[in-house]
C-alpha cells in the first residue's frame, strides 16, 4: 500500500487566501484524523472521522475551518480565509481502530501564509 | 484542560549511552499510552506502545508506566547517532471507543558520535 497521501507538500499563500489541503487514507482504514503541528503547541487533532462522519471536530480551532470526508479515500480540509497564524504542518493519519498502536501518519503538508 | 507534558530537551547523549525520556498525563483515567518517533521534517511513527503497569521491551527500547504516578517513560539502551529525533509521548484519554489521542509537545534527542 503506498500509505497515507497528502496533497499539497508544501504551499505558500497570501492571508485572506482559501487554503485547501487532501488526503488519501489507506484502504480499509475505517478512521481519519487531521491533526496540526506547531512549535507552540505541538501535535494537535483538529477533527477525525470515522467511515466518512465526523466524530470529534472540537479541536478545530474556529469557523475558518473546516473538513469534509465525502467518501472512504477522500478527505479535505479547508482554511478560509487563511490567516498567518494558520502557519503549521498539517498531518493526515489513518487508522484500522481508534487505538494509537494502528495509526499511520501522512508525510504532512507544510502551509505558510505570509 | 487534559495535558501531556514532556521536557522538551535537548537532550543529548553520547553514542552507546542509555537516553531516558519521561512523560507525565493529567488524566487519571488514560489507559493506553504511545511513544512516536519522529525525524526532522517527517511524520510521527509509533515505536511503543504500553498498557499494563511495569515495564515493556522491544530491542534497544524499554517502556515503563506507573500510572499511579501518571508517569510513563521510554529508555533507549546502547543509543546511535540514527536515534537522532524527537520523540512524542502520547495518551489516549478518550476513554471506550471515543478517540482522543493526545500529544506531548515531545522531547528532543541528539545521539553524539
Known amino acids: 500500500d503506498a500509505g497515507v497521501i497528502q496533497s499539497p507538500r508544501h504551499e505558500v499563500t497570501e492571508m485572506g487566501q482559501e487554503v485547501t489541503l487532501r488526503c488519501k487514507p489507506i484502504?480499509?482504514?475505517?478512521?481519519l484524523f487531521w491533526y496540526r503541528q506547531t512549535m507552540m503547541r505541538g501535535l494537535e487533532l483538529l477533527i477525525y472521522?470515522?467511515?466518512?462522519?465526523?466524530?470529534?471536530d472540537s479541536g478545530m480551532p474556529e469557523d475558518r475551518f473546516s473538513a469534509k470526508m465525502p467518501n472512504a479515500s477522500f478527505s479535505t480540509l479547508k482554511i478560509q480565509p487563511s490567516e498567518p497564524r494558520d502557519s503549521a504542518v498539517y498531518f493526515c493519519?489513518?487508522?484500522?481502530?481508534?487505538?494509537?498502536?494502528?495509526?499511520?501518519f501522512g508525510e504532512g503538508s507544510w502551509l505558510t501564509v505570509v | 484542560q487534559k495535558e501531556v507534558e514532556q521536557n522538551s530537551g535537548p537532550l543529548s547523549v553520547p553514542e552507546g549511552a542509555i537516553a531516558s525520556l519521561n512523560c507525565t498525563y493529567s488524566?487519571?483515567?488514560?489507559?493506553?499510552f504511545f511513544w512516536y518517533r519522529q525525524y526532522s521534517g517527517k511524520s510521527p511513527e509509533l515505536i511503543m506502545s504500553?498498557?499494563?503497569?511495569g515495564d515493556k521491551e522491544d530491542g534497544r527500547f524499554t517502556a515503563q508506566l506507573n500510572k499511579a504516578s501518571q508517569y510513563v517513560s521510554l529508555l533507549i539502551r546502547d543509543s546511535q547517532p540514527s536515534d537522532s529525533a524527537t520523540y512524542l509521548c502520547?495518551?489516549?484519554?478518550?476513554?471506550?471507543?471515543?478517540?482522543?489521542?493526545?500529544f506531548g509537545k515531545g522531547t528532543l534527542l541528539t545521539v553524539n558520535p
Open positions: 493519519a489513518s487508522s484500522l481502530l481508534p487505538t494509537g498502536d494502528t495509526i499511520y
Open positions: 484502504s480499509g482504514h475505517d478512521y
Open positions: 472521522f470515522n467511515n466518512n462522519v465526523p466524530i470529534d
Open positions: 488524566d487519571r483515567g488514560s489507559q493506553s
Open positions: 504500553i498498557y499494563s503497569n
Open positions: 502520547a495518551v489516549n484519554m478518550g476513554g471506550g471507543s471515543n478517540y482522543k489521542l493526545t
